[in-house]
């Protein structure tokens, strides 16, 4: 079966490697929880409000901080670790990532009180509260669990990729560093505008549970990465010279394309939330249906669909496909199939969702004005 699969590579540890690798989630956890902790960041107001308080919660953000240090700290090897080790020994941390944030759930479950949800199953999969900040709002679980996990794509990723070259020299594939470098940028990118993340649905919206913890940490943090647990065994497709920019100028671009519209509906949607009198950029003019306290963006990126954020992702996912040019193979597509479909359901959580936060009768409004869902004219 592991061979049929084409990932016999990765299970070449020796049983001490496997147990190492098992645990180095375990280490990679405590590592980030220190060091968020311990560097400096700034503190600044979210979108959720504090019950307690009725003003709006502080974090401290030192992402880009942290995600500086861990690849200084991955690349110099200065911990002893090989550059290619989270690669080689993804599938076992993979295991006990899961095992790990399972106790993490199990823990943030019962210490929170019983609540609406009644069945212990169902609170441990989605959580019991929204929030689980520590040390007097010094530590958010939320943010922590997005540190992690965009770093951990990036470590991942740029394992892979020295893993790849190790094995190729010269016949290495320059499409897995064109992947490397888009993920790389992504996340940076990211941590640049880190406060944006507080004004998501999921800070907004999800609970902590099982769900959403093991999502952020082993999901995103290594299993994002899954078409390089087959494709990072494949050399150069071998195409001649002018197909070969054609392929990887053209991969580029589709991938900043899909960035930009990923990114400037989120960043529209931020921008609206903290100055809804102003336009996007200088440019947009911000256009809204008011629903009792509450104002619904139906300009630009939010004119063109409902959540047209989404489609930047599967254009950039598309792109991911394609950049190891051996089109033909499922490991290239694992990524598009599983952000496609994730998003897919999303949105019809998404609708519900907003349905209940501005009332049936001013969301079906909204769908009148923006009828497509993701894609304009298709979907």
Known sequence: MIEWLGIEHLFEL?????????FTPLAVFAAFFVAQLALPARRVPGYVINPETGQPRNYRLNGLLVFIIAIVVWATEVTGMPRDWFYRSAVFAVAGGTVFA??????AMLSQPQGEIKNSFHAFWTGRSLEHPLFNERFDLKMYLYVVGGTMLVLNAMSGAAWHYERFGDNFNPGVFLYTAFFTLYIFDYFIFERVQLYTYDLI???LGFKLIWGGLIIYGWMYILPLWGMAVYPNPGFPTAWTYVWLIGTGLLLVFGWSISRGGNLQKYWFK???????LGIIEPEYIQAGDRKILCSGFWGAARHFNYMGEGFACFAIGLSFGHFTNLWAWTYFIFIVSLFTWRQWDDEAHCAEKYGEEKWAEYKARVKYRICPWVY
């Open 205 to 207: 919206h999800e609970k």
């Open 14 to 22: 020796s049983p001490t490697e496997a147990v190492l690798g098992f």
């Open 102 to 107: 399972a106790l993490i759930a199990l823990v």
């Open 274 to 280: 903290r100055w809804p009198d102003r336009k996007f």
